[in-house]
T-cell receptor
Framework: SQELEQSPQSLIVQEGKNLTINCTSS?????LYWYKQKYGEGLIFLMM?????EEKSHEKITAKLDEKKQQSSLHITASQPSHAGIYLC????????????FGPGTRLSVLP | DTEVTQTPKHLVMGMTNKKSLKCEQH?????MYWYKQKAKKPPELMFV???????INESVPSRFSPECPNSSLLNLHLHALQPEDSALYLC??????????????FGPGTRLTVL
């Protein structure tokens, strides 16, 4: 079954710095999703990537799915305290969707 | 309306109690999900309903009983829970598409404490 790893586990950056979070799968990804979670709250959908080489951006966050569809990166430009939280990648275990698994998460702190 | 609502926000129950968690969405989604999230861990899938039918049960103990009365509502009935069941329970919904298009919208969660 699909297993996801994320790196780094946690990250502390100074406001204004750029950062990258990686998500690696042991198998081909059918759909790769990025979510953000504030402590103890629900998940906020950020982006979904489906095609190898696909890149999407929303405000200062860019996500890319590599050509082989086994790794994704999330890049934040000029980080702000509002970017702080836990970033989770998620994927469908199977091609038909719905059976979903999350990576362990990357905890991001942004120091003002 | 792009919101998934969950009630209650917090729940404390004893091991002999029976309680229910409720989830509601009005986005016309036909797939609804329950996840369990322990502290500092990612959410783990428990159940999936697709077109009001249970399509996935991730080997969840029978003390958790899901119910989907209609396409907008999802309940999770709790009975004889254990302290280790204390967690954040998240509900989500999505279009019931196959082939990988599965953006899920999450509710804020119910924080459950079992004494």
């Amino acid at each position: 079954s699909q297993e996801l790893e994320q790196s780094p586990q946690s990250l502390i950056v100074q406001e204004g710095k750029n950062l990258t979070i990686n998500c690696t799968s042991s198998k081909t990804l059918y759909g790769l999703y990025w979510y953000k979670q504030k402590y103890g709250e629900g998940l906020i959908f950020l982006m979904m990537l489906q095609k190898g080489g696909e890149e999407k951006s929303h405000e200062k966050i860019t996500a890319k799915l590599d050509e082989k569809k086994q790794q994704s990166s999330l890049h934040i430009t000029a980080s702000q305290p509002s970017h702080a939280g836990i970033y989770l990648c998620g994927a469908d275990r199977f091609m038909y969707g719905q059976n979903f698994v999350f990576g362990p998460g990357t905890r991001l702190s942004v120091l003002p | 309306d792009t919101e998934v609502t969950q009630t209650p926000k917090h729940l404390v129950m004893g091991m002999t109690n029976k309680k229910s968690l409720k989830c509601e969405q009005h986005m016309g989604h036909r797939a609804m999900y329950w996840y369990k999230q322990k502290a500092k861990k990612p959410p783990e899938l428990m159940f999936v309903y697709s077109y009001e039918k249970l399509s996935i049960n991730e080997s969840v103990p029978s003390r958790f009983s899901p119910e989907c009365p209609n396409s907008s509502l999802l309940n999770l009935h709790l009975h004889a829970l254990q302290p280790e069941d204390s967690a954040l329970y998240l509900c989500a919904s999505s279009q019931a598409e196959t082939g990988g298009w599965n953006e899920q919208f999450f509710g804020p969660g119910t924080r459950l404490t079992v004494l």
